[in-house]
């Protein structure tokens, strides 16, 4: 039997040349061109997906997808070794901005394998001012295809957003910039697969994933919300927030605050619930003589 795969591949670029014989006359045209392609199974919906959101980064500037400074986790800059390793086991970041009297003076990055060369010789006194790299700082402006650029040639993979009064205004990561392209990308602090829907955590937080059913949510909370409408915890807090929600966002809902700690543009991935504390009714109090 004759090997039929050089007749398939002659017939596959025949068909793209085809897609591509008229020039596209503009960005919309040539991503409906690709979406086309797609429809005819000359791309799969991964690739496409993918292609789009390499077209889309030349749109987007920093400022749309930077971790705002109030949620930035950093170091500071007279913190024990100790204290240090906590925040790293805590947050399971790998970066870390380190900060002087406040959050606006960042001084510099600190590596948290860098901490290794410390604890490999523990008999040298701690400064961490001999692990911190170099800091990056780019305006909220920048398009994302040009800070890809930059942290490819400089192989640096965190920069410091400053707004234009010159203040520090978030962060932004390689990682933050790729997921805009390939969508959220897991590593191993993630949840993984076998792993429970729903993990409790000190003082009252919950993680708990977005495909959650509100059947499980209601068991494990012992609450009661309809799941007639809304069959997991995801869908049910994209409602409360009213869109779809961007990593980072907070909002008080079913007496509990909800922080989405991952999502992408097309969904929401993982949740952190903190249980509000009721305030107390100033009429309910009573002295006692």
Avoid: C
């Avoid at 994302?144 to 009064?165: C, G, K, P, Q, W």
Wanted: hydrophobic share 40%; glycine share 4%; net charge negative.
């Amino acid at each position: 039997m004759k090997n039929d795969k050089p007749v398939i591949y002659k017939k596959w670029l025949k068909h793209l040349a085809s897609l591509f014989s008229r020039e596209p006359e503009d960005r919309d045209a040539l991503i409906e061109i690709l979406r086309n392609s797609e429809h005819r199974n000359l791309l799969d919906a991964d690739a496409l997906l993918m292609i789009e959101g390499a077209l889309h980064v030349s749109e987007i500037q920093v400022r749309d997808i930077m971790i705002q400074r109030v949620q930035m986790i950093v170091i500071e800059n007279d913190a024990a070794p100790e204290d240090i390793l906590s925040i790293v086991v805590e947050s399971g970041h790998s970066r870390f901005p380190v900060v002087g009297d406040n959050n606006d003076e960042i001084v510099g990055i600190l590596l948290a394998k860098d901490l290794l060369h410390y604890y490999a010789n523990p008999e040298k006194e701690f400064d961490i001012k001999d692990l911190m790299r170099a800091t990056v700082f780019i305006p909220e402006s920048k398009r994302l295809n040009v800070l890809l650029r930059e942290f490819r040639t400089s192989r640096n993979h965190m920069a410091i957003v400053i707004d234009e009064y010159t203040g520090v205004a978030g962060l932004v990561t390689i990682e933050d910039v790729i997921e805009e392209i390939i969508g959220e990308i897991e590593d191993e602090h993630d949840f993984e697969e076998d792993e429970t829907n729903i993990n409790t955590h000190d003082n009252d937080r919950y993680t708990v994933k977005a495909l959650t059913t509100i059947d499980e949510f209601n068991g494990y909370f012992e609450t009661d919300i309809n799941d007639d409408e809304y069959e997991t915890v995801g869908g049910l807090v994209i409602n409360a927030f009213g869109h779809l929600p961007k990593r980072g966002e907070s909002i008080d809902f079913m007496d509990f605050n909800i922080k989405v700690l991952r999502a992408d543009k097309r969904r929401v991935h993982l949740l952190l619930f903190t249980r509000l504390i009721p305030e107390e009714d100033p009429d309910d109090s009573s002295e006692t003589e």
